[in-house]
């Protein structure tokens, strides 16, 4: 079903590349021919994935590139700067917006510093991706597909994960507005909404207690977790050349479990004790863009 050559000559971009999903997807587009790039804020993590990601393509017999940008998507000049470095060696022909930030929190505890982060990382970050290479695109007349990663709780919100529903509803409407104004110029707009899925991490800021995973499987019809890899084919399908009637779609991927109610969160947060509760706040602030530390400056002075 998946040539070796689908994705041969395309250029593509993943945010937050380095772990998760968006690794998975970049080991897959580089077995698929492309030639990738993956951002992130922790330049180790991103060299470490490079690496790894380099060899076991390498011990297929294939050479294929792939490249790291350290950058944090909130801070939209240093966004410029990325899009613009990529654009010397030629345009890129997809950008993957998967970079996220979410927690379990009650809402009424939150700063509103908790809800900048999560908000500027997954929306603002998605739009100054988007905008970056989208004027190039269309000033160049160049083709191209963005594939943006939402989640199952974007049009019924979700409980205890207000941040994330608030910041990806954003995404959603951003990719259905864009699908329609910029696909007659060549651009397509799609995204994922999954479901539950096992990565590194994820379920142990999510799923503090292990029953709490029988749980989440018992809600899914299919009775089992999503898998990275089913996560990664899908990806590669809505950006190659097959699926090129395919615009302004958001394809749920979570074995049917939206389907029997809204807000995947909500049970689980009813669940937690007071003391698992304060075990899920975050232990330190989170960091700080060239942009906060340019507001202070202004302040002070």
């Not at 899009?83 to 930030?101: C, F, Q």
């Not at 989208?134 to 083709?143: F, I, K, T, V």
Request: hydrophobic content about 40%.
């Amino acid at each position: 079903m998946f040539r070796n050559d689908l994705l041969h000559n395309k250029r593509i971009l993943i945010t937050g590349g380095g772990t998760g999903l968006g690794k998975a997807s970049a080991q897959r587009f580089l077995e698929l021919g492309a030639e990738v790039y993956i951002c992130g804020r922790r330049q180790e993590v991103l060299t470490a994935t490079v690496q790894e990601l380099s060899q076991r393509v390498a011990s297929s017999g294939e050479t294929k590139k792939i490249h790291s940008h350290a950058c944090d998507v909130r801070d939209a000049a240093a966004v410029e700067a990325m899009i613009a470095s990529i654009w010397a060696d030629g345009p890129l022909d997809v950008l993957m917006n998967n970079a996220a930030g979410n927690f379990l929190a009650r809402t009424e505890e939150l700063s509103l510093g908790a809800f900048q982060s999560v908000i500027g990382i997954v929306l603002m970050g998605t739009l100054h991706t988007t905008l970056a290479c989208g004027r190039r695109w269309l000033a160049a007349n160049h083709a191209a597909v963005v594939l943006n990663i939402t989640t199952t709780y974007t049009t019924t919100g979700s409980a205890y994960v207000v941040p994330s529903a608030v910041a990806k509803a954003g995404v959603q409407a951003l990719t259905r507005s864009l699908a329609v104004e910029w696909g007659d110029r060549g651009i397509r707009m799609n995204a994922i909404a999954p479901g539950p899925i096992p990565t590194e991490g994820a379920f142990s800021r999510l799923l503090p207690r292990a029953e709490f995973e029988h749980a989440a499987q018992k809600r899914i019809p299919l009775g089992r977790f999503g898998t990275p890899e089913e996560f990664a084919n899908l990806a590669a399908f809505l950006i190659s050349d097959g699926s090129g009637y395919v615009n302004g779609d958001v394809v749920t991927m979570d074995g049917g479990e939206w389907l029997q109610g809204a807000g995947e969160f909500t049970a689980l947060g009813r669940e937690l004790t007071e003391k698992e509760w304060q075990m899920m706040k975050p232990k330190k602030k989170p960091p700080e863009t060239k942009t906060d530390l340019k507001a202070k400056d202004s302040a002070r002075g």
